[in-house]
């Protein structure tokens, strides 16, 4: 089985106290989301990372405040979650080079994942068999991306020790709907330093 990690959304706006839509709590996944991804990188599994990309009227912010608005300090993922060799793929169609890449960052304007038009081609290019999800938030990104691997068939786990909610008892009624629906829970422990 051929695995792929699937960062989602881990934001200074959404892990730091001083961030846009920061959720308390939630920098305590920063240093598990930065064990998975060396682990990947270091083991050779892709290693896809999605990260808001608003523009400053983004549609979004009729509902939410404004975050991770394009080239702002909250828009980039804290130091320690990226490799050194990673390509961005932009929410516009692209022809997707991520040959050499420990890192994709798929960049995206909309909760989903799966709203960058690049992302089916760059599962295909993957080839992968196994997802394992983890980032921010449980009830929103990650929700989305796990459950839109799930609708394509694909096998998820969600890494329970390296996703933030934000609101715990919405957090773990997603998780028991994702659950539901095929979904398996592993922690980082297991999943990277088991032998």
Same mark, same amino acid.
């Given at each position: 089985m051929k695995k792929a990690f699937f960062d989602i959304d881990t934001q200074i706006d959404f892990l730091?106290?001083?961030?846009? /839509?920061?959720?308390?709590? *939630? %920098?305590?996944? +920063?240093?598990? !989301? @930065?064990? /998975?991804?060396?682990?990947? *990188? %270091?083991?050779? +599994?892709?290693? !896809? @990372?999605?990260?808001?990309?608003?523009?400053?009227?983004?549609?979004?912010?009729? !509902?939410?405040?404004?975050?991770?608005?394009?080239?702002?300090?909250?828009?980039?993922?804290?130091?320690?979650?990226?490799?050194?060799?990673?390509?961005?793929?932009?929410?516009?169609?692209?022809?997707?080079?991520?040959?050499?890449?420990?890192?994709?960052?798929?960049?995206?304007n909309d909760l989903d994942l799966f709203s960058n038009s690049n992302i089916t081609a760059l599962l295909d290019k993957i080839g992968a068999d196994e997802f394992y999800v983890y980032g921010a938030f449980t009830e929103y990104c990650v929700n989305c991306a796990a459950s839109g691997l799930v609708k394509r068939g694909r096998k998820v786990f969600l890494v329970s020790d390296a996703i933030a909610a934000v609101d715990e008892a919405k957090g773990r009624e997603v998780t028991e709907r994702l659950l539901d629906a095929g979904a398996a829970l592993v922690t980082v422990e297991k999943l990277c330093y088991a032998a």
């Open positions: 730091f106290p001083a961030g846009a /839509l920061y959720a308390p709590g *939630a %920098e305590r996944i +920063i240093e598990p !989301v @930065s064990r /998975l991804n060396r682990f990947a *990188a %270091e083991s050779g +599994i892709p290693l !896809v @990372s999605s990260m808001c990309a608003h523009p400053e009227d983004a549609e979004e912010f009729r !509902v939410w405040p404004p975050h991770c608005v394009a080239g702002t300090f909250g828009q980039q993922k804290p130091a320690v979650t990226l490799m050194e060799k990673r390509v961005v793929i932009p929410n516009t169609v692209t022809e997707l080079n991520i040959e050499g890449a420990q890192q994709i960052v798929v960049e995206k």
